[in-house]
């Protein structure tokens, strides 16, 4: 069974640095064709994904984001990090992680953690 | 790179029959899976049907997924509707080559 959870702060000021952590379980980041997502959802909006990192250490992110964004992993620790710089309070959303399958959906999500944009 | 568009909203009564399309701006619809998400509120989404017209195990027959290609677009078709079907759907794709995603804006599920 496949289970992650995020985890970080709740509350990040204007110009900070948000640092978000999926810690899961189930599979491994090793393994050929997995990846981890990340995806946030402002209240009341759609889904806007994030950024993925492959097992092989490939990082994939979105266009619109891409300058404020890196994902790492630490494979031993079955924990991925996200980082955004120079949050804004636009940026104020749940954030969820997610496994990406080998059908390339995201198969498993985690709860999701809301984080907001205020000083 | 193309954008995925939803209808914001759909409607149906209980044991009908309602379908939401997803429409590729660029490229064929046939390049890429579309998978589907259902979203209840306060929870993360859950696939409902992966690659075109798959379904994960437990999900009901009456959810079935097709892609047009005269309409460059992907539907989903939610049959015998149920009040527990009134959510959220989003679809998404899979850019292999680029290796990322794109989600549709999302289409809420009302059933009167």
């Known amino acids: 069974q496949i289970t992650l959870k995020e985890s970080g702060p709740t509350l990040v000021k204007p110009t900070q640095t948000l640092t978000l952590t999926c810690t899961f379980s189930?599979?491994?980041?090793?393994?050929?064709?997995?990846?981890v997502g990340w995806i946030r959802q402002p209240p009341g909006k759609a889904l806007e994904w994030l950024g993925l990192i492959y097992w092989d250490d490939d990082k994939r992110y979105s266009p619109s984001l891409k300058s404020r964004l890196t994902i790492t992993k630490d494979t031993s620790k079955n924990q991925v990090v996200l980082t955004m710089t120079n949050m804004d309070p636009v940026d104020t959303a749940t954030y969820f992680c997610a496994h990406l399958s080998r059908t390339t959906d995201f198969d498993s999500w985690g709860q999701g953690t809301l984080v907001t944009v205020s000083s | 790179n193309y954008m995925l568009t939803q209808p914001h909203s759909v409607s149906g009564s209980p044991g009908k029959t309602v379908s939401i399309s997803c429409t590729r701006s660029?490229?064929?619809?046939?390049?890429?899976?579309v998978h589907w998400y259902q979203q209840r509120p306060g929870s993360a989404p859950a696939t409902v049907i992966y690659e075109d017209n798959q379904r994960p195990s437990g999900v009901p027959a009456r959810f079935s997924g097709s892609i047009d290609s005269s309409s460059n677009s992907a539907s989903l078709t939610i049959s015998g509707l149920k009040t527990e079907d009134e959510a959220d759907y989003y679809c998404q794709s899979y850019h292999g080559s680029s290796r990322g995603v794109i989600f549709g804006g999302g289409t809420k599920l009302t059933v009167l």
């Open positions: 660029s490229g064929s619809i046939a390049s890429n899976y």
């Open positions: 189930g599979f491994s980041l090793s393994t050929g064709g997995v990846g």
